[in-house]
């Protein structure tokens, strides 16, 4: 039995702030006509179609289910890696492709409390403790049996795809620091991650911060203890104490910001400023990106990307080929 159908909750989350992508949009705009903003916009996305039925408008999200459907893929392996690989060697040189795989965190015990007394509840009330004195969810809400169980789920639609179909790997990996997502990662790619590829813990993929307690992280010691045995390092500049979460939380606007700059960085790496061009070699080298984070995280991904909204289930994951072209002025 499938555990990565997504809920109407999940729905919810996908829908529930379409206002922020008008937002966004008018911001990038009204920043790319400000010397003192623009540059935190260098770079703009758009969605490849043709690659992944996600992407496809008539796609039904409550229905579609890709872990029986080959992740959604369209083609083979083997003609989408090549034409990837086309795109990027005849691109622009301010172009850039890549495949970017943006996974959800299996179910953690805060979902449970979510499903266990409503969302009302939970934003007045639950949210803002540790425990119902039943579940303790915070800080930094664990998986719970299901959610390690959609993981080990997703590891069996990877290794199929990789064993029988011919997937790669993934050029890099990121995830984010909240450890649901960190086991999540671990779950589902072990024993197919090879030893030397390490995850990048990264502060700008985790879900809001603020107020509830279930996305405060915890310390750099505890997760260091807990996960850089298993392949993880941290971004450079990572804190000790979790200093961005406070008791107001996070707006949706800021996180959409938030999740852009992880974009531009991402995206940046690729870029040779001397050449005022692509690295043709580093974008093929960093064509295929994996991504752990949160429902929150990923819908503003799709936004940044200009992807249409999709449900996500708790352990769920949606492909996406992004074409990125960086502004030169």
């Known amino acids: 039995m499938s555990l990565l159908i997504p809920s109407f909750q999940d729905r919810h989350d996908a829908l529930g702030h379409l206002d922020v992508r008008e937002w966004f949009a008018e911001t990038v705009a009204k920043a790319l006509q400000d010397e003192k903003t623009r540059d935190n916009f260098k770079w703009s996305f758009e969605v490849v179609p043709g690659f992944f039925a996600q992407s496809d408008e008539k796609t039904d999200d409550l229905k579609f289910n890709y872990a029986f459907n080959n992740i959604g893929r369209l083609k083979s392996w083997g003609d989408l890696i090549e034409e990837l690989k086309?795109?990027?060697?005849?691109?622009?040189?301010?172009?850039?492709?890549?495949?970017?795989?943006?996974?959800?965190?299996?179910?953690?015990?805060?979902?449970?409390?979510v499903d266990k007394y409503g969302i009302q509840a939970w934003s007045e009330k639950w949210s803002h403790l540790n425990t119902d004195g039943e579940l303790e969810y915070g800080p930094d809400a664990m998986l719970s049996a299901k959610g390690i169980e959609q993981a080990r789920q997703n590891h069996e639609v990877w290794e199929k795809e990789i064993k029988e179909h011919g997937a790669p790997l993934p050029d890099k990996f990121y995830v984010s620091p909240l450890q649901r997502s960190m086991w999540t990662l671990q779950y589902t790619w072990e024993n197919l991650r090879s030893a030397d590829q390490k995850a990048l813990i990264v502060e700008k993929l985790r879900e809001r911060y603020g107020s509830h307690t279930c996305n405060k992280r915890n310390t750099k010691s505890i997760i260091e203890k807990r996960f850089l045995g298993y392949g993880y390092e941290f971004e450079d500049g990572f804190l000790e104490e979790d200093v961005l979460h406070t008791d107001e939380q996070e707006s949706h606007h800021h996180h959409c910001v938030r999740t852009n700059d992880f974009c531009q960085e991402l995206f940046e790496k690729d870029w040779d400023s001397q050449a005022n061009a692509v690295d043709r070699e580093k974008a093929l080298a960093n064509a295929f990106i994996s991504t752990t984070s949160h429902a929150g995280t990923i819908s503003e991904l799709l936004t940044v990307f200009n992807h249409r909204p999709f449900a996500i289930s708790t352990g769920g994951m949606i492909p996406v080929v992004v074409k990125a072209t960086r502004r030169i002025d």
């Open 86 to 113: 086309e795109l990027n060697r005849h691109a622009k040189p301010n172009e850039v492709f890549k495949l970017v795989t943006c996974a959800r965190h299996g179910e953690g015990f805060h979902n449970m409390v």
